[in-house]
């Protein structure tokens, strides 16, 4: 099982990945993607369901009309671990290949 990240890691996670902050009060990460319309938020929505399925590792999320919200964590672990910092990294990519803003 993966291992949660230590405060330093943790700090040094947050710093490279642009756009996403810890949540309050809890220990998760969560960032705000908007795009065009709501064809481009539920196409990226769905490349990050696929990718997270092929990770086993899943976001949470919702989405309104063309903006998404995406929170994650690992659940197993009761926090933060490389599995949410990976998975923050491939859906910056999926963002930026759907047009986000
Ligand atoms: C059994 C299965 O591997 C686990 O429940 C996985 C599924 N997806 C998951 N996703 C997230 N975000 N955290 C988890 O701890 C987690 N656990």
Do not use: C, Q
Not at 22 to 49: K, N, Q, S, W, Y
Not at 53 to 60: A, F, L, N, T, V
């Amino acid at each position: 099982m993966a291992t949660r990240l230590t405060d330093n890691e943790r700090a040094a996670a947050l710093a490279e990945l642009t756009g996403w902050s810890l949540v309050e009060g809890r220990e998760a990460i969560t960032r705000r993607f908007v795009f065009a319309d709501f064809t481009a938020a539920f196409g990226f929505m769905t490349h990050v369901a696929l990718m997270a399925e092929k990770m086993d590792h899943h976001p949470e999320w919702t989405n309104v009309y063309r903006t998404v919200d995406i929170t994650l964590a690992t659940h197993d672990a009761g926090g933060l671990t490389g599995l949410d910092v990976k998975l923050a990294r491939k859906i910056d990519r999926a963002a930026t290949a759907a047009g986000a803003d």
